[in-house]
């Protein structure tokens, strides 16, 4: 209809995708067949049914299972190009996608498999369909700041074509701080910093994320406004949250998308933005997210177009670029 319309004609970037949470059932399959790889499931219906969490947790053992299936260059590659296909049925024209090296490199394949392989689905994607798009890479907070450190030092011949650091993987028990010295070495590098924070751990490792790791941008970021102080520094900051609804929905952090924060970020001043995070899993690509929100808190076509440029005014593009998009 003419929402739809509108919000697929509105050009936006994407901010919150993990590249490996866009891996389709399909191409799961296809994977685990062309790497001759036992998958746990007989059909694309039953990985589909699988899919239905109650948490953060919950989600990621499936998450990391199906990474599995990733071997070569050419496989990640096609999982990014996919993505950005995507990407370009809902409009967008510029991605910063995260990818979780340590998922690859624990089960054994070479750093520059994965890196070498989104690099190459990034590069097509710039080529066929004119899309823009950086490469961030995070450390799994679950994981020893050592190991993120062990995984710093693998990057170093690719510093060049990483924009940012992420902290991804299970929040609570894993507070920003426990990664201050690495997070201060990426940002030594040149390097950008995202944390997820707030999305099921407290405010109070919101706090830290501003306070001892200095971030550039906050992954989700929904628990900040159970605390009004840091809900008005997050504003007077101007910090740009990478917020994702369906995600929200599909791990619990809201019952109904109808109890969904956005609008009140929005109103609040906030420089929300609207993501998908793993869309493979959450059920919808950006414009889903942009679309099901909309309806189910009232987003008006001015909302939508702040989501839209809080995309581009958030993002980690050159202030001209910026410019030249908003
Ligand atoms: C993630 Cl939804 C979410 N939260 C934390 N870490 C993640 N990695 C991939 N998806
Ligand atoms: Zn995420």
Same mark, same amino acid.
């Given at each position: ?64 299972? !199906? ?29 910063? +996608? ?9 089960? !054994? ?5 994965? @890196?070498? !392989?989104?690099? @190459? ?9 004119? +899309? ?64 997820? @924070? ?40 101007? +910090? ?82 910026? @410019?030249?998009?908003?």
């Amino acid at each position: 209809d003419t929402l739809d319309a509108f919000i697929r004609g509105l050009p936006k970037a994407e901010l919150h995708l993990h590249i490996e949470g866009s891996l389709e059932p399909e191409l799961m399959f296809a994977l685990a067949q062309r790497n001759r790889i036992d998958l746990p499931f007989q059909s694309v219906e039953e990985i589909r049914a699988a899919y239905a969490f109650s948490n953060l947790q919950d989600f990621l053992d499936i998450y990391y299972q !199906g990474a599995g299936v990733l071997q070569t260059e050419e496989d990640f590659q096609d999982l990014t190009i996919a993505y950005f296909r995507r990407l370009k049925a809902d409009g967008g024209v510029h991605a910063e +996608i995260f990818y979780d090296p340590q998922t690859h490199t624990d089960r !054994g394949l070479p750093f520059s498999v994965a @890196a070498d !392989g989104i690099l @190459a689905g990034m590069k097509q994607a710039e080529d066929e369909l004119g +899309i823009t798009s950086r490469l961030i890479m995070s450390y799994l907070r679950h994981l020893s700041e050592e190991a993120a450190f062990e995984t710093l030092r693998q990057a170093e011949p690719y510093l060049d074509r990483f924009v940012g650091v992420g902290l991804d993987s299970g929040e609570v028990g894993h507070p920003p701080s426990k990664f201050a010295n690495v997070m201060k070495a990426s940002r030594e590098r040149g390097l950008l910093i995202n944390a997820h @924070a707030g999305e099921e751990g407290p405010p109070a490792y919101v706090y830290e994320a501003l306070d001892i790791l200095g971030v550039d941008r906050i992954d989700h970021g929904n628990r900040a406004l159970e605390d009004q102080a840091l809900t008005r520094r997050l504003v007077d900051m101007g +910090i740009t949250l990478t917020v994702c609804p369906l995600s929200n929905l599909s791990l619990c952090v809201v019952k109904d998308l109808k109890e969904h924060p956005m609008k009140r970020m929005l109103d609040l001043g906030l420089k929300a933005t609207c993501n998908s995070d793993d869309p493979a899993y959450f059920g919808g690509y950006v414009g889903d997210n942009y679309i099901r929100t909309a309806e189910a808190v009232g987003l008006t076509r001015d909302d939508l177009a702040t989501l839209a440029k809080n995309s581009f005014s958030g993002s980690f593009l050159p202030a001209a670029d910026k @410019a030249r998009h908003i």
